[in-house]
């Protein structure tokens, strides 16, 4: 990267253009020469031009100039006479033509960087034949030089003096700007370095945030994925848990259930001997009031039924099977259902069955159909409070059979009824239910590829229907 030198080294190597525009200083040589009358031209510290010559007369221009000799003696003079001098201008005779010149240096700090030289002109001391001695010491045309010294201008040597001092003036000026312009020139540098110091930090500082950044992302893709798998692990949890406990409570009744069908089942193979062993007994020896004994055999033969309707239906309960491709009599487990729920429907409750004229059958798991038709049939039940219906409907639709179980019951809420499949949800007080039953009869319906779906106005009741696809014979 480029260093700011000190002033002093910049020194070292300034030049007169680095710090002036050419145009400009020429304008301002042209014009201070049209002023005074006096030839102008501002050269390098050896003599060396660096702008063009102002109102230069044709001796020294066209002749003396022309000559080699001429030239170098032109040089060298201007060198001298432009030579640093800080306590005026200085004026003699040129070195190599003789006229009237002066000069003054513009320098920037303690180093001269060029002269600023005028003259070409005569003064009432001026000796022409003196002056004409030179044109045979650089080998020029005589006649010529005679003539064109004849046309040289010539001046007051107080005159000439006068802006001799004037062009000190205006040098030293122009030393001064020269200085300015080297500081102005350096601070620029200055600036430039320290901006490309901060772009340099500043591209540092970026690169460092892109690679944090990029640090970054790749952490927060690493947790988002993690997040992810986490939120599918805790799903995963959910669904377990929720089967898990289903399982629990449909093992623990299954049980219970199949343990009082059977401990029911062998008394009732007593009643049912006795039954028949009665009425065996009845049709050989008669009875003494024959309607009597066979109204209470009747009422006998009704109770064992009965009794055995409930265990048959308790064992199809209780199945322990996860097939799904039994053969499900449709009205058999509803009617199953219903003698379950019994004790809890008979007093306040009305159940009115529309059953379609033919058995529907469905292809999926018998226990688990009786499970779903359990919980809509409870819910019904825990929703009618005082006295109510509930009424069942089957019937078949292009190839669908559709099942809704209708209460008059309290209704559920609009805010409510999305919810009422999720697990855990429940209206119910603490203790009293687990907001399970819905979300695993939801789960066993689309298992069985069904849809189920709710309608309620509460206060009304609630519609449940459930949409089967029909087994295929
Ligand atoms: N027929 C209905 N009438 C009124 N509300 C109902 C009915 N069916 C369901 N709900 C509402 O849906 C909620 C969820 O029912 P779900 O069967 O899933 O759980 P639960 O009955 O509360 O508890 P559990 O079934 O474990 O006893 C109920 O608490 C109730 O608010
Ligand atoms: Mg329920």
């Not at 050419?22 to 006096?38: H, N, R, Y």
């Not at 010149?101 to 001269?112: E, L, P, R, T």
């Not at 159940?351 to 049939?377: A, R, S, T, W």
Request: net charge negative; hydrophobic share 35%; proline share 2%.
């Amino acid at each position: 990267m480029k260093k700011v030198a000190s002033i002093d080294k910049e020194l070292e190597h300034v030049e007169f253009l680095d710090l002036f525009d050419l145009e400009m200083i020429q304008k301002l040589q042209d014009s201070f020469s049209s002023a005074t009358g006096v030839a102008s031209i501002i050269t390098k510290p050896d003599g060396t031009p660096i702008t063009k010559p102002s109102n230069f007369c044709r001796l020294c221009k066209d002749i003396i100039r022309k000559t080699e000799i001429g030239l170098k003696n032109c040089y060298y003079s201007d060198s001298i006479i432009g030579r640093q001098n800080t306590s005026g201008p200085i004026f003699q005779n040129c070195l190599s033509g003789g006229l009237l010149d002066g000069g003054a240096s513009i320098s920037v700090g303690n180093k001269q960087i060029a002269n600023w030289l005028i003259g070409q002109v005569k003064s009432e001391d001026t000796d022409d034949d003196e002056i004409m001695l030179y044109a045979d010491e650089i080998g020029a045309d005589k006649d010529e030089f005679k003539t064109a010294l004849k046309e040289v201008n010539t001046m007051s040597a107080h005159q000439f003096e006068n802006i001799a001092d004037s062009l000190f003036i205006f040098a030293n000026q122009l030393s001064e700007k020269a200085y300015d312009n080297l500081q102005l020139q350096m601070n620029k540098n200055k600036l430039e370095l320290l901006v490309q110091e901060k772009t340099v930090d500043l591209e540092a500082a970026i690169e460092q945030l892109r690679a944090t950044n990029e640090d970054l992302s790749f952490k927060n893709n690493i947790i988002h994925e993690q997040n992810s798998k986490l939120k599918k692990a805790l799903k995963r949890l959910k669904e377990t848990q929720k089967q898990l406990i289903q399982s629990e409570k449909m093992a623990s009744l299954g049980v219970l259930t199949s343990g009082i069908a059977h401990e029911i089942n062998n008394p009732l193979n007593f009643l049912q001997g006795a039954y028949i062993g009665l009425e065996n007994y009845f049709e050989e020896y008669g009875s003494q009031d024959q309607n009597t004994t066979q109204l209470l055999l009747e009422s006998i033969k009704t109770g064992v039924e009965r009794a055995s309707k409930i265990v048959k239906g308790l064992n199809q309960f209780s199945r322990e099977s996860s097939t799904l491709d039994e053969e499900c009599n449709v009205h058999l487990i509803l009617d199953n259902c219903l003698i379950m729920l019994y004790n809890q429907l008979r007093y306040n409750i009305v159940v009115l069955k529309d059953y379609c004229n033919e058995n529907l059958f469905v292809k999926g798991n018998v226990g688990k159909l009786h499970q779903v038709f359990v919980n809509i049939l409870s819910n019904a039940v825990y929703s009618i409070k005082d006295e109510g219906e509930i009424h069942i409907i089957t019937k078949k639709e292009k190839g669908n059979i559709i099942i809704e179980i209708i209460d008059n019951g309290m209704g559920i809420s609009p805010q409510n009824i999305s919810h009422v499949t999720e697990p855990f949800f429940t209206t119910k007080p603490p203790g009293d239910g687990t907001g399970l039953g819905l979300s695993i009869s939801y789960s066993i319906i689309k298992e069985h590829h069904g849809i189920i779906e709710f309608e309620s106005v509460i206060d009304k009741g609630t519609k449940v229907m459930i949409m089967l696809p029909e087994q295929e014979s």
